[in-house]
């Protein structure tokens, strides 16, 4: 008691100074607590919405479904081009603090390799940082085990089941097939211009080349997506919601893939081109350019070893021989112009010239290749025989405009439209096309003595084998033009509706029969008694060609002798065919390069392709080459 | 019989502040209906925060009972203590994370500067006590050595949580104590003039979760991603929560410290505006009561030591709560009986064992 009142004394002062600091914490406190309130009213109340789509953002991630690609057969449904499922380890770089250590780590479970890693570093730069990025394709089931194994040492990467492409029958066709790669930024921006840049999330290879090039969005199916909940480590926790993806459409094509290795068979180790077409409906049924390559390298990017093993090869088998390579025709250039002169009014089938074995223009000798000439040709035999004066005579007369006018009618010199991309145009010449391609005035003139061996399928002359065989089946079908096309009809996967692809004729152009029959006729003199006649001996069937040979070299005067020339030099090797005769259901056109005589090397391929073709089996004996003397 | 269990009944609860104990054994209870929900999914703490919970309780008790003459003779020796073992910390502390916090046993670890937090506001109410009839100008000046020492060495660990609570709790005796308004005023003056200096003396990472805090998103994978995510957490939490145990960014482990420090986003998001508003009122409540009881105190001991700690208590929710939801730098400050962890909830219970000695031994003084 006594405590208490002295202190009541001692320090009423103190005290009340003592309260008022009390009431002042209270107030103090009561200020600091309504601020935390308020603080939680604004997050809570005010910024809730926010707040709430950045915790669905954190915790929903959207992944795309990759479809499976659309699968290729050809004609016979035999597979070309399919899919098969791998395992791939694959890293997500924005939830992966140390990359090179994670890396590290990876490589003593799982063997990756300097190209791996340089593979990695391309796709990072390219800043997908956010997407999960392949560090090893095609695990092992003991990789994957080992993995799984200490897959908690390594948050952010994945492995994940990932379809490849695959090309069962490697090489064959690969120049019609094409191939898939890695998508780069090019090929990004034809994806955003075709406004399919949603479609292409979660999709990380495109078509390159070939059909796979052309076909892409229909190949490529509608991409699915899945709503999935993960946890701040990036972890998946469960689906939320699920659109399945739709696989892509099938590809059937017009090409006979069994065709197609007997004739890529019968090249060798040649470098040519051939291309078959069904010249009732234009559906290509070959298409070889020699050599060819595995497109099954391509898929992952292609290691460098092979790529400078197919870039540094002199064959450039890189090259699509049927589509770009550009040669002058030869002699097989000569039923197209005879067909012209009929059609022309230029020629009849009975007019006949006298050749002495050269054809002189403005003091000008041309050859002929016969020494002392062929002595009377018609029309007839100047095809048979290949006789180079008759056609120096028709050029002549016929002069560059209206042989121009005819051939490009015939497709020469422009693209087919054949559903793959990248085809050269050649050369039509033409005094327009000299004036577009060159630029001095003396050098755009074109001058009468340059129309002679137009003539003869050589000068400017300069195809691609597509044209070649676009025109023999165009004459072979009397005139009834079609686009070389090698997909027959496309399948949507899910409905299961085929879409054909033509047949719809190009331009039915206006050759009286009797003209084409005349030709027909004479192309198959040249099958039975001409320059075609050793290699289609024997043969089950009627069949029309015709033998040319392509100058690579100028002989400037001298005899031509093969084997005093360079390989690179020697003539190209041409034929051209349809067979049957009366109903063709196949023409073709074939190249050998610096094969020589086109009868020599070219024939006996065209022979084995018809009759493998026609009657399923190979002609006896086939040989690659025999030494007939022609042209 | 019955009397004689009576008689215990009443001995037992002689010395607990009803309404106190009511407020706490309520948080405790929220806490860990909180802590479950934070930890069940991999490792449920539950059982280990009860038992934490049971020997806080027995603390509580342990310390209500003890009249405050006794509790003061306890500053000295404690406050002696804990400096010898902080200068032994300096000198011989383990380093974790860079921070030399922790003392070696040999058999287990301590961390002293946790005893401090009551030590130091002791070892002041009962040197502000003993003069409190000739106190002098002086008196502040030795006070505010006697805390400036401990607060150093604590801050030097560096412990930026604990020198702060350690501080605050000292300051409040010397405030309580009666300070010169014209020495805070001075304090508080130089204060904001040696800031930049103060700056200068910040450990990186203290310095960085200052920027963060101004603008989190500058490091949203580093120091920023805890204000971010506990921001989110409390943000998507709405009015009334997501309810218990469904608070995604809880469960989906975006909230670091979900169980400790930062419980109150697992708090904020599953209850919501709600649930924060009834928590603040809480400890409103519990704070309010601790004033009054220091108001009504009857000695100067009991006065600003209940004043330091129920202001120390304050501290933590507003430094917790306001870190957590982003309005204050990211210290290591629990949230008073709900955070996970025993030691924090000893001293609190330590802390609220006091505020009750001070109420029960008022009439005892009296008589």
Redesign the interface.
């Known amino acids: 008691m006594l405590a208490r009142q002295s202190s009541l004394h001692a320090s009423d002062r103190e005290l009340a100074r003592f309260h008022f600091r009390v009431v002042l914490a209270a107030v103090a406190v009561l200020a600091a607590l309504s601020l935390l309130g308020a603080r939680f009213f604004y997050l809570q109340v005010v910024q809730h919405d926010y707040y709430s789509t950045r915790a669905e953002d954190n915790r929903i991630s959207v992944v795309p479904i990759v479809p499976n690609r659309g699968v290729i057969v050809d004609r016979a449904g035999i597979v070309l081009a399919r899919n098969y499922s791998a395992f791939t380890l694959e890293i997500t770089p924005s939830k992966v603090d140390d990359l090179e250590a994670t890396i590290d780590g990876l490589g003593k479970l799982i063997e990756i390799e300097a190209k791996d890693r340089r593979r990695f570093r391309k796709l990072l730069d390219e800043g997908k940082t956010f997407e999960s990025l392949p560090i090893r394709t095609r695990l092992t089931e003991e990789e994957v085990a080992r993995f799984a194994a200490n897959r908690y040492l390594f948050p952010g990467v994945e492995v994940k089941a990932r379809l490849f492409r695959q090309y069962p029958l490697g090489s064959t066709a690969s120049h019609a097939i094409g191939y898939i790669n890695r998508i780069n930024k090019r090929d990004l921006e034809k994806i955003a211009e075709s406004e399919e840049a949603a479609n292409y999330k979660g999709t990380d290879h495109i078509g390159k080349t070939g059909l796979e090039q052309k076909y892409e969005f229909a190949l490529h199916g509608e991409t699915g997506y899945e709503q999935v909940e993960i946890d701040a480590g990036g972890r998946a926790i469960r689906s939320l919601s699920r659109t399945p993806p739709v696989q892509g459409s099938h590809l059937t094509l017009t090409l006979d893939v069994k065709l197609q290795e007997v004739a890529e068979e019968a090249f060798g180790d040649r470098r040519g081109a051939l291309v078959a077409i069904e010249p009732s409906t234009g559906g290509i049924l070959a298409l070889v350019s020699s050599p060819t390559f595995d497109p099954n390298l391509f898929i992952d990017g292609i290691r460098n070893e092979d790529w400078d093993v197919l870039n540094k090869s002199r064959d450039r088998p890189m090259l699509n021989r049927a589509l770009n390579g550009t040669y002058p025709p030869g002699s097989t250039f000569k039923p197209f112009m005879a067909l012209a002169g009929l059609e022309t009014g230029r020629r009849t089938a009975g007019q006949s010239i006298s050749d002495p074995g050269f054809f002189n223009f403005g003091g000008h000798h041309f050859r002929d290749d016969k020494v002392g000439g062929h002595g009377t040709v018609d029309m007839y035999k100047s095809i048979v025989q290949s006789c180079d004066t008759y056609y120096y005579q028709l050029a002549t007369d016929m002069g560059i405009d209206a042989i121009a006018g005819f051939m490009g009618q015939l497709g020469f010199g422009q693209r087919t439209g054949v559903d793959i991309e990248g085809e050269s145009e050649g050369v039509l010449p033409s005094p327009e096309w000299k004036k577009r391609r060159f630029r001095r005035p003396e050098q755009q003139k074109w001058y009468a003595g340059e129309t002679v061996s137009i003539g003869i399928g050589q000068g400017y002359n300069s195809y691609t084998p597509i044209q070649l065989a676009q025109a023999t089946a165009t004459v072979a079908n009397k005139g009834v033009m079609f686009r070389p096309h090698l997909v027959k009809y496309i399948t949507d996967s899910r409905t299961g509706e085929k879409t054909m692809i033509e047949p719809e004729p190009l331009r039915r152009l206006p050759w009286k029969p009797q003209h084409v029959e005349t030709i027909k006729n004479a192309m198959i003199g040249v099958n039975t008694q001409g320059t075609g006649a050793r290699a289609f001996a024997g043969a089950g069937y009627t069949s029309g060609g015709k033998t040319g040979t392509a100058q690579v070299y100028s002989l400037k005067g001298s005899t031509y002798k093969e084997s005093a020339i360079r390989k690179e030099l020697r003539d190209h090797a041409l034929f051209i065919a349809f067979a049957p005769a009366d109903e063709p259901k196949i023409a073709l056109a074939v190249i050998v390069e610096n094969g020589g005589f086109g009868a020599q090397s070219a024939a006996p391929i065209a022979r084995m392709v018809i009759d493998y073709y026609l009657l399923g089996k190979l002609p006896k004996g086939a040989a690659a080459e025999d030494d007939v003397k022609e042209d | 019989m019955h009397e004689f269990l009576a008689r215990v009944w009443r001995g037992l609860v002689a010395h607990v502040d009803a309404p106190l104990l009511l407020i706490t054994l309520t948080l405790m209870a929220v806490g860990l209906t909180t802590v479950y929900s934070a930890t069940y999914d991999a490792n449920s703490h539950l059982l280990a925060q009860m038992l934490n919970m049971a020997i806080g309780l027995c603390a509580m008790w342990t310390v209500a009972q003890v009249p405050p003459q006794k509790l003061m003779r306890f500053g000295v020796p404690l406050y002696l203590v804990g400096v010898v073992l902080l200068i032994l910390v300096f000198f011989f502390g383990i380093k974790v994370n860079g921070a030399r916090r922790w003392l070696s046993l040999g058999f287990t670890r301590i961390q002293p500067s946790e005893v401090l937090k009551i030590a130091v506001p002791l070892m002041l109410a009962w040197y502000f006590h003993k003069n409190?009839?000739v106190l002098k100008f002086r008196h502040y000046v030795v006070a505010s050595l006697l805390l400036l020492v401990p607060f150093a060495l604590i801050a030097k660990q560096p412990d930026l949580g604990t020198a702060i609570l350690v501080g605050a709790a000292g300051f409040y005796v010397i405030?309580?104590a009666?300070l010169p308004w014209r020495v805070i005023g001075g304090l508080l003056a130089i204060a904001s003039a040696a800031t930049p200096f103060a700056w200068g003396m910040l450990h990186d990472y203290q310095r960085k979760r200052i920027l963060t805090l101004v603008d989190p998103t500058t490091d949203p994978l580093g120091s920023g991603y805890h204000i971010i995510?506990s921001?989110?957490?409390?943000?998507?939490?709405?009015?009334v929560g997501k309810g218990w145990l469904a608070g995604?960014?809880t469960h989906?482990?975006?909230i670091p410290e979900r169980h400790t420090d930062f419980i109150l986003a697992v708090f904020?998001e599953e209850r919501?505006?709600l649930g924060?508003?009834i928590l603040?009122l809480l400890?409103?409540l519990m704070?309010?009561r601790g004033?009054m009881i220091?108001?009504r105190a009857?000695?100067?001991f009991g006065?600003v030591m209940a004043?330091s700690v129920?202001?120390s208590l304050?501290t933590y929710?507003?430094v917790n709560?306001?870190m957590v939801?982003?309005?204050l730098p990211v210290v290591g400050v629990p949230l008073p009986f709900m955070s996970y962890g025993g030691t924090a909830l000893v001293t609190l219970s330590v802390g609220i064992g006091i505020l009750m000695s001070i109420n029960t031994h008022r009439m005892l003084?009296?008589?």
């Not at chain 2, 921001?231 to 009015?239: L, V």
Request: charged share 10%.
């Open positions: 409190e009839a405030f309580f009666g995510q921001t989110i957490a409390i943000g998507s939490g709405g009015k995604t960014q989906l482990e975006f904020s919501g505006l924060n508003g603040l400890y409103l704070i309010g004033l220091a108001a009857s000695t100067l006065r004043g129920t202001l304050f929710v507003f709560m306001g939801s982003g309005i003084v009296r008589s």
